[in-house]
């Protein structure tokens, strides 16, 4: 008998305002499943797409990132995500992948309740999708890379060393 799939979830939470509503869950004395990895992060705007891929192509099945919203410190930097996620979501969407498995939410410093629910709804939708597709998400996360280096303004390693800089 196979053993029922537990959804693995990435939680980024920032560390001013979502990571100390996750670390208040604690104080609380409330709990969290144990499939949720939670990353302290500056900030999410800071990871780029295929961090997104990668995740997933290496036993990630879902994604919550956890932002200050319109309380960030960083000036712009949460309009800059939102664009980033949508961005991101397109192409899981476009890719197969289902833009179902990420989602932006804000959670304040004493969020507990908010945090335990956005885990929550996403675990149970997880549920109900099942794995990710780890091939087609590593599919993904190299078209990104692609799109990455296409956009760059910087030769490409191997162009360096067939005969220096153009």
């Known amino acids: 008998m196979s053993e029922p799939f537990v959804p693995k979830i990435l939680v980024l939470a920032t560390e001013k305002c979502a990571y100390p509503g996750a670390d208040a869950v604690g104080k609380a004395h409330q709990e969290y499943p144990s499939n949720v990895y939670i990353l302290r992060v500056l900030s999410p705007v800071l990871f780029p797409e295929d961090f997104y891929f990668k995740a997933y192509a290496e036993g990630i099945d879902g994604i919550l990132i956890a932002a ?22 397109s192409q899981m969407s476009a890719g197969g992948l289902g833009y179902e498995r990420i989602r932006l939410t804000a959670i304040c410093t004493v969020c507990i309740k908010a945090f335990l629910k956005e885990v ?39 162009a360096a060393m067939q005969g220096g800089m153009r």
């Not at 998400?137 to 490409?156: H, K, N, T, Y």
């Open 120 to 158: 929550a709804l996403l675990s149970d939708h997880l549920q109900r999708l099942g794995p990710v597709d780890r091939k087609l998400a590593e599919e993904l996360r190299l078209q990104s890379v692609g799109r990455l280096q296409a956009s760059a303004r910087f030769p490409r390693p191997e």
């Open 68 to 89: 200050c919203g319109s309380d960030c410190p960083y000036h712009g930097a949460y309009d800059r995500l939102a664009a980033r996620i949508d961005q991101l979501t």
